[in-house]
């Protein structure tokens, strides 16, 4: 079956950085996008961007623009997002999700989430 | 930006109850309207896509209608399992957008 495993809790200092990374198994990993969404405490779904994993294309959402990377590996099916330059209301759980190209393009797998939080 | 809005913001019902929840489009989405599902401390789920389509392995007590810019969400015969917060979000074009979500709360 299709899963999105990603990586665990961080806590960061203002300015720093950090690497969220998602493992995809049960399908072939090159056939499908990857979103990244978060969420704020409390808050609805924010949408960050997107790679389309075939040719390594990204489009990210303009207020993160210059701020975040989204890249993968093949050899290992897995997605990662780097988010730099934290600030405290990037404190969020982030998460990676499929795009599901049979589904209208929805999100049909999405993984268990990462909290990160920024705090001095 | 396509801008997503739902309403209403949250409602109570019983178990049993006929719940709608309504999504608007800004501008014109054709039929590219997807439905989730979020419990607390939760991952969303995946419920409806391209506005009708119900997911496989979905109750069929969830269903999808509209096109243009209005859509709705009915969950018929309201379940324990179904208080949740539910998200509308399009797939038209980029930046992919949400709507702020309904909450759906115990009567």
């Known amino acids: 079956q299709v899963q999105l495993v990603q990586s665990g809790p961080e806590v960061k200092k203002p300015g720093a950085s950090v690497k969220v990374s998602c493992r995809a198994s049960g399908y072939t990993f090159t056939n499908y996008g990857i979103s990244w969404v978060r969420q704020a405490p409390g808050q609805g779904l924010e949408w960050m961007g997107w790679i389309r994993i075939d040719n390594a294309n990204t489009d990210y959402a303009q207020k993160l623009q210059g701020r975040v990377t989204m890249t993968t590996d093949t050899s290992t099916s897995t997605a990662y997002m780097e988010l730099r330059s934290l600030r405290s209301d990037d404190t969020a759980v982030y998460y990676c999700?499929?795009?599901?190209?049979?589904?209208?393009?929805?999100?049909?797998?999405w993984g268990q989430g990462t909290q990160v939080t920024v705090s001095s | 930006d396509i801008q997503m809005t739902q309403s209403p913001s949250s409602l109570s019902a019983s178990v049993g109850d006929r719940v709608t929840i309504t999504c608007r489009a800004s501008q014109s989405i054709s039929s590219f309207l997807n439905w989730y599902q979020q419990k607390p401390g939760k991952a969303p789920k995946f419920l409806i896509y391209a506005a009708i389509s119900v997911q496989f392995g979905v109750p069929p007590r969830f269903s999808g209608s509209g096109s243009g810019t209005d859509f709705t969400l009915t969950i018929s015969n309201l379940q324990p399992e179904d208080f949740a917060t539910y998200y509308c979000q399009q797939s038209n074009s980029f930046p992919r957008t949400f709507g702020q979500g309904t909450k759906v709360e115990f009567k």
């Open positions: 999700a499929r795009l599901g190209y049979s589904h209208g393009d929805a999100f049909d797998h």
